[in-house]
C-alpha cells in the first residue's frame, strides 16, 4: 500500500543511455529541520528550497499545529512565523507525521519540554518503528510518554512542566535521537550535553548556531561531545535549503549502471556527515566527478557528474563510515550487483528500522532478481554479477519505503528483463519528481495502468 490510498505499482525497463541535467529537491533532513527552528524562533524564518515531500509536508502541518504560521509563498518558498523557545500552543488534534520517523522524533524533542500534551500517529511503517529511544532521553527532561507495547506510536507525549538539562550519550548511532534531545534541551535551563560515539549528520547542530544559539561540539576521547546552553531567544533565518545527496544518489546510481550514461546532478549538498556514498562508490571505481565545489547557506556544495562504469568492483565498505551514508545502502547495494565481485556491508544493524527492514526488503528483491545476497543481524553481502550481468524479471514489495522502491526500479533500467515494485506511491515522501526527472533522462520508468 502506498503511504496514503491505493498501491501504485510501477515497472523499470532497460532503455538506452541516460544523459542530461537532474535537478533534485532539496534536503529531507534540512527541510524538516528549517521549518521545525523557524517555528521556535521569534519572528519570520524564510526557507527557500524547501522539499515539498509529504513527510515534510506532514511536519510542516504539526508545525501549524503547535501554534506557529507556516505558509506557502511559491514552489519551494515557505515563511514560518515562530512562537519562540516555549512557546508551542497544545495542539487541538493528534499530529499525524504519516511516513516519517525524522518528524515525529523531532517534533517530539521540540515539545518534550513545554508543558502541553499531545498525541502522535503515523502510517502502518511508522507506527511499527521504535520510538523509545527517544522517550527514554525525554524523560530525563521530566517527558512522560505513553504509547503502545514496545514503545510504538501512536504515543501520547506530556512535556516537563519543570524540565531539567540533561547529559545523555546517545546509545545507537542516531541523528534523530541527537536532534530530539538537543532540541528538548532549548527549553530547559542550563547545559544539555549530546554524547556521540560516532558521527551523525550535524545539520541540527549547525542550524541552531546559525538560529543564534549557544551550541560547541568537541571531539574527545568519548566521541563527540556537543553542548547547548538553554532557553536562548532563537533569531529568525533566511535559510536556503541545499539539494538532498540522498536523493541524488538515484540518478547517480542509474547513470553509473545504464551503458553509455553521462548525468549532471547540479548544486548536491556533500556535508562529510552525509557523503560516504559518493566516496564508496569512487573506490568502487565509479565515474563520479565532484565539479565547481563551493559553500551555499553554511554547506559544502558541489555538481555532481556521473558517468557509466563498467570497472567497478565490489568493496568492503567501512563501517565507521556507515553513518555518513546510512540511507544509501540500499540503493549501494542496486550499483553493488553490477560491479564484479561481492560488497560487504558491516555495522548497519540500523538498516533493520528504518522505514522497513532494509537488509531484508533489499536481500529478497535482490535475490529475486537473480543477485546472490547474503545477510546477517547487522551485515550483507551482495554478490556483483558485472556489467549487464543482472536478470531481473522480478514483482518486488517496497514495504511502505521510499528508497526501497526507488532503488529497485534503478535496477530495473538496467537489468536484462523489466523489475516492477508493487507500490511507488511511498516515493512521494522525499522524491515527489522522482518520475518526470527520470524520464527526462531517457529512463523507461512506467506506472503499471498507463
Ligand atoms: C535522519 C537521520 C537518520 C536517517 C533519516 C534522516 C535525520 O535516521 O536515516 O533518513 O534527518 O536526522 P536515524 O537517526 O534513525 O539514523
Known amino acids: 500500500m502506498s503511504a496514503h490510498g491505493t498501491p501504485v505499482p510501477m515497472t523499470a525497463r532497460r532503455a538506452g543511455p541516460l544523459a542530461g541535467e537532474a535537478v533534485v529537491p532539496g534536503d529531507k533532513s534540512v527541510s524538516h529541520r528549517a521549518l521545525i527552528l523557524g517555528a ?87 507506527n511499527r518503528r521504535p520510538m523509545a529511544r527517544v522517550t527514554d532521553p525525554l524523560a530525563l527532561f521530566g517527558a512522560r510518554a505513553v504509547g503502545r507495547s514496545g514503545g510504538r506510536l501512536p504515543m501520547t507525549l506530556v512535556g516537563a512542566d519543570d524540565p531539567l538539562p540533561v547529559r545523555y550519550e546517545v546509545p545507537v548511532p542516531s541523528a534523530q535521537v541527537k536532534s530530539a534531545v538537543l532540541l528538548a534541551g532549548l527549553n530547559a535551563p542550563g547545559e544539555t550535553v549530546v554524547i556521540e560515539r560516532e558521527a551523525t549528520r550535524d545539520h541540527t547542530e549547525r542550524m541552531l548556531a546559525g538560529f543564534g544559539a549557544r551550541i560547541a561540539t568537541k571531539q574527545t576521547g568519548e566521541g563527540r561531545v556537543i553542548t547547548l546552553a538553554g532557553q536562548p531567544e532563537l533569531r529568525p533565518q533566511a535559510i536556503a535549503v541545499p539539494r538532498d545527496p540522498s536523493s541524488a544518489a538515484f540518478p547517480v546510481a ?157 535496477l530495473g533500467l538496467a537489468s536484462q528483463a523489466p523489475v516492477t515494485v508493487d507500490d511507488g506511491g511511498p516515493i512521494a515522501t522525499s522524491f515527489p519528481v522522482f518520475e518526470p526527472l527520470m524520464a527526462a533522462l531517457g529512463a523507461d520508468i512506467r506506472r503499471e495502468e498507463e
Not at 86 to 114: H, K
Not at 334 to 347: D, I, K, L, S
Open 40 to 126: 521556535l524562533a521569534v519572528g519570520e524564518t524564510r526557507i527557500t528550497g524547501l522539499l515539498e515531500g509529504q513527510d515534510v509536508l506532514d511536519t510542516a502541518k504539526a508545525m501549524a499545529a503547535f501554534g506557529a504560521e507556516v505558509t506557502r509563498q511559491g514552489e519551494g518558498a515557505w515563511s514560518v512565523h515562530g512562537v519562540g523557545t516555549g512557546g508551542f500552543a497544545e495542539p487541538g488534534q493528534v499530529i499525524d507525521c504519516g511516513n516519517s520517523g525524522t518528524g515525529v522524533r523531532l517534533v517530539m524533542g521540540a515539545m518534550a519540554t513545554t508543558p502541553i500534551t499531545a498525541t502522535f500517529t503515523g502510517d502502518a511503517s511508522l
Open 254 to 410: 542509474a547513470a553509473l549502471i545504464v551503458e553509455g550514461s553521462d548525468v549532471r546532478v547540479p548544486g548536491i549538498g556533500l556535508n562529510p556527515t552525509r557523503a560516504g556514498l559518493f566516496e564508496t562508490l569512487r573506490e568502487m571505481g565509479a565515474e563520479l566527478a565532484f565539479e565547481a565545489p563551493r559553500d551555499e547557506g553554511g554547506e559544502p556544495v558541489a555538481d555532481l557528474r556521473a558517468r557509466f562504469s563498467g570497472g567497478m568492483t565490489g568493496i568492503e565498505v567501512p563501517p565507521e563510515r556507515a553513518a555518513s551514508m546510512i540511507d544509501e545502502y540500499p540503493i549501494l547495494s542496486v550499483v553493488a550487483a553490477f560491479a564484479e565481485g561481492p560488497t560487504v556491508m558491516r555495522g548497519v544493524r540500523e538498516l533493520r528500522v528504518k522505514e522497513s527492514d532494509r537488509i531484508d526488503a533489499m536481500a529478497a528483491g535482490l535475490r529475486a532478481a537473480g543477485v546472490e545476497v547474503e545477510e546477517g543481524e547487522d551485515w550483507w553481502i551482495v554478490h556483483g554479477r558485472g556489467p549487464g550481468g543482472v536478470p531481473g524479471g522480478a514483482t518486488v514489495e517496497s514495504r511502505l519505503d521510499h528508497r526501497i522502491a526507488m532503488s529497485f526500479l534503478v
